[in-house]
Nanobody, 118 residues
Framework: QVQPVESGGGSVQAGGSLRLSCAVN????????MMWHRQAPGKEREFVSG???????TYADFVKGRFTAAQDNAKMTINLQMNSLQPEDTAIYYC????????????WGQGTQVTVSS
């Protein structure tokens, strides 16, 4: 399977913004749920946000009101607009593509680093 490919990470000061993008690289037949996860140093990977195959978005409580997920069907990408970033948002952010049954595909991107300084 071709991996999703993330871009847009970088370094920013607290209170700043970044926009992540993910080239989904999905096939034309299956329905997919797309998700963003993150992993901070010494911590487990955690869910951040998702867009399901019907376009509905979900967010972890710790990003509600600050992060916004959207999909660009023309570009076959999903984006994560991150505002009011805080040092605790520092992590590697991963894009995940998961197919709905009966398709079998659960593929992660390699991640993009987000660093927020105080």
């Amino acid at each position: 399977q071709v991996q999703p490919v993330e871009s847009g990470g970088g370094s920013v000061q607290a209170g700043g913004s970044l926009r992540l993008s993910c080239a989904v690289n999905k096939g034309p037949i299956c329905k997919y749920d797309m998700m963003w996860h993150r992993q901070a140093p010494g911590k487990e990977r955690e869910f951040v946000s998702g867009i399901d195959s019907d376009g509905r978005t979900t967010y972890a409580d710790f990003v509600k009101g600050r992060f916004t997920a959207a999909q660009d069907n023309a570009k076959m990408t999903i984006n994560l607009q991150m505002n009011s970033l805080q040092p605790e948002d520092t992590a590697i952010y991963y894009c995940r593509r998961r197919a709905r049954r009966p398709c079998l595909d659960d593929t992660w991107g390699q991640g993009t680093q987000v660093t927020v300084s105080s």
